[in-house]
């Protein structure tokens, strides 16, 4: 068990090494080798990758994904690019109390709370809502500057789950206005850590009123 598992960290080739002549990521190899070695069902991570380099973050990351494979790893990592990039399900405690439950796609979509899509028009403001108010079942159009000369930026929110990609597409296209670019409202882990850990602070303030 113990060859087994040193081969699947790759370590094999450093067996008969010191410990102490190893690198942090190869320690940190040998470490999760032995758990493994011991064949559990769960296998628990602390910060696992913390006071590594982006070479031996990588190796650790992709070492921890293929482990998910045969155990049920939980990851625990203030991290969140990290868990983004390891975890196909996330758990977020804030002062004890669980507070979300999901995957990390869903979370983004649970906490934004619409159907969304960014969309970036070559146009002018005024123009783009016109041909926009010719799209059933959108709520909102919020603006932003865009970063692309002649163009215009909008997050357009809409009403259900309905795919109104296509619609938009014709629209724009019928009041020649060129869409550069169009797609889903994506949130990073970090924004929906923020956004639920804010959240549960004003509950707690409100009820200690």
């Not at 190869?26 to 070695?37: L, M, P, S, T």
């Not at 482990?67 to 991290?79: A, D, P």
């Not at 390891?86 to 004890?96: F, K, M, Q, R």
Request: net charge negative.
């Amino acid at each position: 068990r113990v060859a087994k598992s040193l081969e699947g960290v790759g370590m094999t080739a450093y067996r008969k090494h010191s410990p102490n002549k190893l690198s942090g990521g190869q320690k940190q190899r040998v470490a999760i080798a032995g758990v493994v070695a011991m064949q559990p069902k769960c296998i628990i991570l602390d910060e696992p990758t913390v006071g590594l380099d982006p070479k031996q973050i990588i190796e650790i990351r992709d070492l921890i994904k293929s482990l998910g494979k045969k155990h049920t790893v939980i990851l625990s990592s203030h991290i969140l690019s990290e868990v983004s990039a390891v975890c196909d399900h996330v758990l977020i405690i804030d002062h004890g109390k669980m507070i979300a439950s999901d995957t990390p796609e869903n979370l983004g979509k649970i906490v934004a709370g619409t159907n969304s899509l960014e969309i970036t028009v070559r146009g002018k403001e005024e123009d783009i809502r016109k041909a926009m108010d010719m799209v059933e079942n959108i709520e909102e159009m919020i603006y932003h500057e865009s970063l692309t000369e002649g163009a215009c930026d909008f997050t357009v929110k809409i009403a259900g789950n309905q795919d109104m990609r296509e619609n938009i597409f014709f629209a724009l296209a019928e009041a020649k206005y060129p869409l550069l670019k169009m797609q889903p409202t994506n949130m990073t882990l970090e924004d929906v850590f923020l956004k639920l850990t804010e959240d549960e602070e004003v509950e707690r303030n409100a009820g200690s009123l």
